[in-house]
């Protein structure tokens, strides 16, 4: 069965840390794997990751994907208050099905 | 922000009821999906369309069905509500790199 797990599922840190959140999947016919921000509303796209080793940068946010390891990070770094929010992965199959894992809350204290 | 929209934003129904949701685009993106989110599970697919009259069912979509006569409209219809349909229900539209994803619907069924 497909899956996706995020980890962790919580993380509280102060204002200005450095935080890494973590994505794994096992998922036959892998095309793509993506990241949202979702605050109280519906969830914001960041990246969309296809290749193995290429770091996507937006601002203080970058992702990278390891497709022999089967895994994606994202980072964030001098966070700030409005970085809380919660962050999910997903992975999108061949078959256009795209797997959500069930998120990472993360809280950043001023 | 992408042009997608979901009607109604709210609603309660009684158990045995019909319920159509509509999400109605303006970015003619060929792919649509409906998700729902609830505590514990984070976003799950229920049903996605690839283009007109041609849809798939994802990993929930027991008791839904879906329609999509027009590029820019895709109907998620629960034919008989249940309590455990009370969720909160995401649309979404891709085409190549990106996914948005609509403001949300929120079902209760009492």
């Known amino acids: 069965e497909d899956k996706v797990v995020q980890s962790p599922l919580s993380l509280v840190v102060h204002e200005g840390d450095t935080v890494t959140l973590n994505c794994s999947y096992e998922?036959?016919?892998?095309?793509?794997l993506l990241w949202y921000k979702q605050e109280k509303k519906a969830p914001t796209f960041l990246f969309m990751l296809t290749s193995s080793g290429i770091e996507k940068k937006s601002g203080r946010l970058s992702s990278i994907l390891d497709k022999k390891e089967l895994f994606s990070i994202l980072n964030i770094t001098a966070t700030q208050t409005g970085d809380s929010a919660v962050y999910l992965c997903?992975?999108?199959?061949?078959?256009?099905?795209?797997?959500f894992g069930k998120g990472t809350r993360l809280h950043i204290l001023p | 922000d992408a042009g997608i929209t979901q009607s109604p934003r709210h609603k309660v129904t009684e158990t045995g009821t019909p319920v159509t949701l509509r999400c109605h685009q303006t970015e003619n993106h060929r792919y649509m999906y409906w998700y729902r989110q609830d505590p514990g599970h984070g976003l799950r697919l229920i049903h996605y369309s690839y283009g007109v009259k041609d849809t798939d069912k994802g990993e929930v979509s027991d008791g839904y069905s879906v329609s999509r006569s027009k590029t820019e409209d895709f109907l998620l219809t629960l034919e008989s509500a249940t309590s455990s349909q009370t969720s909160v229900y995401f649309c979404?539209?891709?085409?190549?790199?990106?996914?948005?994803f609509g403001p949300g619907t929120r079902l209760t069924v009492t």
């Open positions: 979404a539209i891709s085409e190549l790199n990106e996914q948005y």
């Open positions: 998922v036959t016919n892998f095309r793509s």
């Open positions: 997903a992975v999108e199959d061949r078959d256009d099905k795209i797997i």
